[in-house]
T-cell receptor, first 114, second 109 residues
Framework: SQTIHQWPATLVQPVGSPLSLECTVE??????LYWYRQAAGRGLQLLFY??????ISSEVPQNLSASRPQDRQFILSSKKLLLSDSGFYLC?????????????FGEGSRLTVL | GQNIDQPTEMTATEGAIVQINCTYQ??????LFWYQQHAGEAPTFLSY??LDGLEEKGRFSSFLSRSKGYSYLLLKELQMKDSASYLC??????????WGAGTKLIIKP
């Protein structure tokens, strides 16, 4: 069966510090991968998605970046965090070409920038 | 912009029925999703509608009217564990999901 795991679950970082959130998927090949941010009272915001190794699409210009060094690994990074980067970050995967486009989410990473 | 609306919060009684509405406006549509999200956890898939009508899955049902840009999630025989946020999302012409802010459902004994 397929599983998705992201870490760390909780992170408290000072403004200006770097960030690295990692996500891995197991039990499937060439998944579509996504990074979302969820702010209180707002819908999930798509940050990045990837359809293959090294292929990253950015949906929202900001100080975050994403990389996909391996087929089932997706990393969200920042060189210098801002206060506004605080939020709940979710990694997700989907089956390419799926009829339903169902997303399978990781456990989430709660980032607090102080 | 991306227009999708659902109530912020609803309250219902254990054992009762509740309907959570979702309205959207889009020129390109490829389906409507409902996800459940317990506090502090990741969303989990509940339902997908691409054609008009009602899809029933146990205690949960989801309805879609494409002409009205309207969907609802119906929860029957409510249990305390149904207390969660319910997220509505439509898939646009680029096959990207556009999410509502979620409806927090509070179940009272």
């Amino acid at each position: 069966s397929q599983t998705i795991h992201q870490w760390p679950a909780t992170l408290v970082q000072p403004v200006g510090s770097p960030l690295s959130l990692e996500c891995t998927v197991e039990g499937t090949s060439n998944p579509n991968l996504y990074w979302y941010r969820q702010a209180a009272g707002r819908g999930l915001q798509l940050l990045f998605y990837s359809v293959g190794i090294g292929q990253i699409s950015s949906e929202v210009p900001q100080n975050l970046s994403a990389s996909r060094p391996q087929d089932r690994q997706f990393i969200l990074s920042s060189k210098k965090l801002l206060l506004s980067d605080s939020g709940f970050y979710l990694c997700a995967w989907s089956v390419p070409g799926s009829d339903t486009g169902e997303l399978f989410f990781g456990e989430g990473s709660r980032l607090t920038v102080l | 912009g991306q227009n999708i609306d659902q109530p912020t919060e609803m309250t219902a009684t254990e054992g009762a029925i509740v309907q959570i509405n979702c309205t959207y406006q889009t020129s390109g549509f490829n389906g409507l999703f409902w996800y459940q999200q317990h506090a502090g956890e990741a969303p989990t898939f509940l339902s997908y509608n691409v054609l008009d009508g009602l899809e029933e899955k146990g205690r949960f049902s989801s309805f879609l009217s494409r002409s009205k840009g309207y969907s609802y999630l119906l929860l029957k025989e409510l249990q305390m564990k149904d207390s969660a946020s319910y997220l509505c999302a439509y898939m646009d012409s680029n096959y990207q999901l556009i999410w509502g802010a979620g409806t927090k459902l509070i179940i009272k004994p």
